[in-house]
């Protein structure tokens, strides 16, 4: 791989952690880019009760800017993550924009249709160079023995779909259903659902 190569794929993934440097929280008020110190403090100083407490301290802004920094990195952190892969999966597959990308619809509680997203998609077919593909075909016939697939249900799987994750939580009930319907929606369209996970801290509740 070039160095121009390798500077453009970590400059994909690195450019949305940058915009965590300009984190200012928001205190649940909809105010364009946030509060500042000053802000927060005629904010918080305006209300007696907070004030009584000493809310308005500068140490409280700094944590609430601190918990909503980190917050705001982890998923700035996937964010990259999922460009990052996608743009991996078109330079090495040889895959366009529209390929690596997949989305679903599903009926809303207001009756109307909501589009749901994953991260990344191979359609094996879409692979022009034999030997990848050939590579992807083997890794395709392993996931599906060690998932033990039917063969009515495997030989319907023309592709892979994955959802890109920084890290995983197993206690985040509402990310593990969202997960469940993404994977059966997958499935039901024929592709193999995959959990790509970049960290190595994994919740060993899902190991």
Same mark, same amino acid.
């Given at each position: 791989?070039?160095?121009?190569?390798?500077?453009?794929?970590?400059?994909?993934?690195?450019?949305?952690?940058?915009?965590?440097? %300009?984190?200012?929280?928001?205190?649940? $008020?909809?105010?364009?880019?946030?509060?500042?110190?000053?802000?927060?403090?005629?904010?918080?100083?305006?209300?007696?009760?907070?004030?009584?407490?000493?809310?308005?301290?500068?140490?409280?802004?700094?944590? $609430?800017?601190?918990?909503?920094? @980190?917050?705001?990195?982890?998923?700035? @952190?996937?964010?990259?993550?999922?460009?990052?892969?996608?743009?991996?999966?078109?330079?090495?597959?040889?895959?366009?924009?529209?390929?690596?990308?997949?989305?679903?619809?599903?009926?809303?509680? %207001?009756?109307?249709?909501?589009?749901?997203?994953?991260?990344?998609?191979?359609?094996?077919?879409?692979?022009?160079?034999?030997?990848?593909?050939?590579?992807?075909? #083997?890794?395709?016939?392993?996931?599906?023995?060690?998932?033990?697939?039917?063969?009515?249900?495997?030989?319907?799987?023309?592709?892979?779909?994955?959802?890109?994750?920084?890290?995983?939580?197993?206690?985040?009930?509402?990310?593990? %259903?969202?997960? @469940? #319907?993404?994977?059966? %929606?997958?499935?039901?369209?024929?592709?193999?659902?995959?959990?790509?996970?970049?960290?190595?801290?994994?919740?060993?509740?899902?190991?």
């Amino acid at each position: 791989m070039t160095t121009e190569k390798n500077e453009r794929l970590r400059e994909i993934l690195i450019a949305p952690v940058r915009e965590c440097a %300009n984190y200012s929280p928001k205190f649940g $008020h909809s105010k364009p880019g946030g509060f500042s110190l000053a802000d927060f403090q005629s904010l918080y100083g305006s209300d007696a009760f907070y004030k009584w407490l000493g809310l308005d301290s500068p140490l409280m802004y700094s944590a $609430h800017k601190a918990a909503g920094g @980190i917050t705001s990195i982890y998923r700035q @952190i996937g964010i990259g993550c999922e460009r990052l892969v996608r743009e991996i999966l078109k330079d090495f597959l040889g895959l366009d924009e529209d390929g690596v990308k997949w989305s679903y619809q599903v009926d809303a509680p %207001n009756g109307k249709k909501r589009t749901l997203s994953l991260d990344g998609r191979i359609i094996f077919d879409d692979i022009k160079d034999a030997d990848k593909r050939a590579k992807v075909i #083997t890794w395709k016939n392993e996931v599906i023995k060690d998932l033990q697939l039917s063969k009515a249900v495997a030989d319907a799987m023309t592709g892979v779909v994955f959802e890109i994750c920084q890290g995983y939580k197993s206690k985040d009930s509402k990310r593990q %259903n969202a997960d @469940i #319907t993404n994977a059966s %929606n997958a499935i039901a369209n024929g592709y193999i659902p995959c959990l790509m996970v970049m960290s190595s801290q994994i919740d060993e509740d899902i190991l």
